[in-house]
């Protein structure tokens, strides 16, 4: 088993900052893709950002100049630097994570969401 443990929500004003931090432990081969998605109230839960064991990345549109996801393989953490921010960007962000338990079986694991919320 898997466990994600998010951090780095919060209230912020519109133009401002936060950067999430989403971290992997338990039985872990190895993690392939990591990715943050975000549900706002209303609305399906969408892609913002991934990024894969190699580095590659990929934005929705709305998060393109703005969003920047990283990750950390050695403590099986990615990060989400989030700038210039809106308050269309207010919602849940989750974490997700497509990991090995062993050299043969990848399984698709989803974070508690942490609370993005932006507003004068």
């Known amino acids: 088993q898997v466990q994600l443990v998010e951090s780095g929500g919060g209230l912020v004003q519109p133009g401002g900052s936060l950067r999430l931090s989403c971290a992997a432990s338990?039985?872990?081969?190895?993690?392939?893709?990591m990715a943050w998605y975000r549900q706002a109230p209303g609305k399906q839960r969408e892609l913002v950002a991934a990024?894969?064991?190699?580095?590659?990345?990929n934005y929705a549109d709305s998060a393109k100049g703005r969003f920047t996801i990283s990750r950390d393989n050695a403590k099986n953490t990615v990060y989400l630097q989030m700038n210039s921010l809106k308050p269309e960007d207010t919602a849940v962000y989750y974490c997700?994570?497509?990991?090995?338990?062993?050299?043969?079986?990848?399984?698709?694991?989803w974070g508690q969401g942490t609370q993005v919320t932006v507003s004068s």
């Open positions: 990024i894969t064991s190699g580095g590659s990345t």
């Open positions: 997700k994570t497509d990991a090995m338990t062993d050299s043969r079986h990848e399984y698709r694991y």
């Open positions: 338990g039985s872990i081969f190895s993690i392939n893709t």
